[in-house]
């Protein structure tokens, strides 16, 4: 990003009031609070609804902030989930939040290095995230290469980047995510997100997309057309 310097210490909270705030900011028309009551059992059913964990799947939450969508899983689904927050405070607090024995998180380092050693999981969300990584690139390489063959990777996302600068708060770096997904992932659906729950401002400037691996013999084909 040119002259631009990446800042991610805006994810350093000190409490659960200030990460929510971060999380879900303050719209014209609604409250962090109350973004977060009526988006959150909406997001989670559509996950639920796409990924179908179970007491046996393992969900990777990428970029989980306090954990209210792992909370939410574990919940509707039994299933477990590892959560992954590049904000140590995220970490720490997101433990607490979701105060349950089938939550664990890690940092985005830790996790690359799971993956590396062979972790596969059943199904993964990124909700709000990737519009906020320094390299969307590399995070989604890596989000594709952790899926199991049968995995399934629900993402929600601004269709404009986001990103955490010291010169100014949220800059835009020209990547589109949805066609960095669809490039890496096979992309087999697509919608808005509905604005009765995530609010008229979100709904306009946000997708979710559900995205399988792609065979290597199709990663190979797209390799050769670059
Ligand atoms: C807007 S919040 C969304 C949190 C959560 N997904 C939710 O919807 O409640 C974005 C989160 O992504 C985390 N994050 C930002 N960059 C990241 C990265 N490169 N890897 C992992 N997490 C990251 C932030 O620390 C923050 O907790």
Known sequence: MAKLTYN??????????????????????????????????????????????????????????????????????????????????????????????????????????????????????AVWVIQHVLDPVACIDTLARSLSSTGRLLVANTHQRCVPTVEKPWGKDGHEVRKLLAARLREIAIGVPDPIWVGENTAKSAFWGLYRPRATSELKDLNEVD
């Open 8 to 125: 991610p210490r805006v994810f350093d909270v000190s409490d659960v009031e200030s990460a929510k705030q971060i999380i879900l900011t303050r719209e014209p028309d609604a409250s962090t609070e109350e973004r977060w009551e009526r988006e959150t059992p909406y997001l989670a059913g559509l996950l639920a609804a796409h990924l179908t964990p179970n007491s046996g799947s393992l969900i990777l939450d990428y970029g989980c902030g306090l954990g209210r969508l792992s909370k939410a899983l574990i919940e509707l689904c039994g299933c477990k989930v590892l959560g992954v927050d590049i904000s140590a405070d995220m970490r720490r607090l997101a433990l607490d939040f979701v105060g349950s024995d089938k939550f664990s998180v890690i940092s985005p380092e830790q996790f690359e290095e799971e993956v590396n050693s062979g972790l596969r999981v059943d199904g993964a969300v």
